[in-house]
Structures are given as C-alpha cells and as structure tokens.
C-alpha cells in the first residue's frame, strides 16, 4: 500500500514568489492534515479537512495562505507571496474514518520549503 | 489550550542501554496522549497511543509508555535500545471538545545511539 505522496520533496524561492505544495494521501482515506514543522519544533496544524470540507482552519494564516481538497482527496497548499519566515518543511497527513476517534495519522515525508 | 513539553532536547545512550524519553503535558481533561518518531528525511510514525484504561501501553520496536495522572506526564521507554532507534520523537496531545482530533505536539527529543 502507497503511503502519503508529497511534492516537490524540495523547493527553493525567492520571497515574494508564489509556491505551491501538492499531497496524495493513502487512498480512502477521507481526513487530511497540512501541518508546518520548523527546525528544531514539533509540527503544527495548519488546516484539518473532513473530505472536501476545511474543518479546522484556524492557524492557517489567511493572507497569504491558501489550500484546497478538490473532490475529496489530492489537496494543495499554497504560499502567495513568500516570506523569509516562511522557509519549514510542511508535512501533509491523513487518516481514516471521520474524525469521530483519534484514528492514527500517517504523515508524508514533507516538503521542504527555503526561501532566500 | 493544550500543550507539550519534552524537557530534554538531546538524549545520547549507548546501544543496549535503557532509555526514557520525558514528556509532560497540560490538559483541562482526560487527554489523547501519543508518541510519534520521526526519521531524517521521513514524515512522523506513530509508536504508541493512551486513550484510556490501562495506563502502561505497548507500542511498536518494544517501546512503552506510561500514563500517570498525577504527575501530567506521558514517559516513553524502551529497556535495549538499537543503533537503529536514533532518530527524533515527538510526544503530542489530542484535544477534546470543539478541538477534536488536534494534535498539539512537544518539541521534540533527539537520540543518538553509541556503539
């Protein structure tokens, strides 16, 4: 069974460029997790999505922040414009079910984002 | 809120060595507790899990963790480390409630394994 599929793997920008992080997580399952990990940190959700449907967007910083879950599985996270403070791996996760229980999350090996 | 603290951030023992990795945490109720491990370059493997009941709990690659109210700590242990368990770990809390199915993680204790 494939894993969570993330990319690119790494990505270099300069600031004020646009970037974009895509995520195939492991088929049927229905909850995806975008989380931003700096160095030395544990990782943070950014977005929580039940299908198609964003349910916890709460620590996503929206002004220049944006992700998407079209038709319920791929996902994309967007960065327009980057910044410095930016430069993390964001790890995307899934799990199964509904979210009605801590069903364990399988994380993808990340993106690692610089930006110069 | 909840929150995760992992007091030591670098941990080195010698291959065969006993190990515990410390883990406090503050939650207003019964929390979700877990331990994840994360490899260079790898996304994070969960290890074990504490929702309820018995409060030491088995995981995977012969760790244990032990649950004590008491003391709001979460400890992960392992009695014969190998050179293979190097790695980073992660201990994180699930939130209850309208927070449901969050995970706040710790900071992270990094191992080195010595021959």
């Known amino acids: 069974e494939a894993g969570v599929v993330q990319s690119p793997r790494y990505k270099i920008i300069e600031k004020k460029q646009p970037v974009a992080f895509w995520c195939n997580p492991i088929?049927?399952?229905?909850?995806l997790y975008w989380y931003l990990q700096n160095l030395g940190q544990g990782p943070e959700l950014l977005i929580r999505?039940?299908?198609?449907?964003?349910?916890?967007d709460s620590q996503l910083p929206k002004d220049r922040f944006s992700a998407e879950r079209l038709k319920g599985v791929d996902s994309t996270l967007k960065i327009q414009p980057a910044e410095l403070g930016d430069s993390a791996v964001y790890l995307c996760?899934?799990?199964?079910?509904?979210?009605?229980?801590?069903?364990?999350?399988?994380f993808g090996p990340g993106t690692r984002l610089t930006v110069l | 809120a909840q929150s995760v603290t992992q007091p030591d951030i670098h941990i080195t023992v010698s291959e065969g060595a006993s190990l515990e990795l410390r883990c406090n945490y503050s939650?207003?109720?019964?929390?979700?507790l877990f331990w994840y491990v994360q490899s260079p370059g790898q996304g994070l493997q969960l290890l074990l899990k504490?929702?309820?009941?018995?409060?030491l709990v088995q995981g995977i690659k012969g760790f244990e963790a032990e649950f004590k109210r008491s003391q709001s700590s979460f400890n992960l242990r392992k009695p014969s480390v190998h050179w293979s368990d190097a790695a980073e770990y992660f201990c994180?809390?699930?939130?209850?409630?309208?927070?449901?199915?969050?995970?706040?993680f710790g900071q992270g204790t990094i191992l080195t394994v010595h021959p």
């Open positions: 939650y207003g109720a019964t929390p979700y």
């Open positions: 999505y039940e299908n198609e449907e964003a349910v916890d």
């Open positions: 088929s049927g399952h229905n909850t």
């Open positions: 994180a809390v699930g939130a209850g409630g309208t927070s449901y199915g969050k995970l706040t």
């Open positions: 504490y929702f309820s009941g018995d409060t």
């Open positions: 996760a899934s799990s199964p079910g509904d979210g009605s229980s801590y069903n364990e999350q399988f």
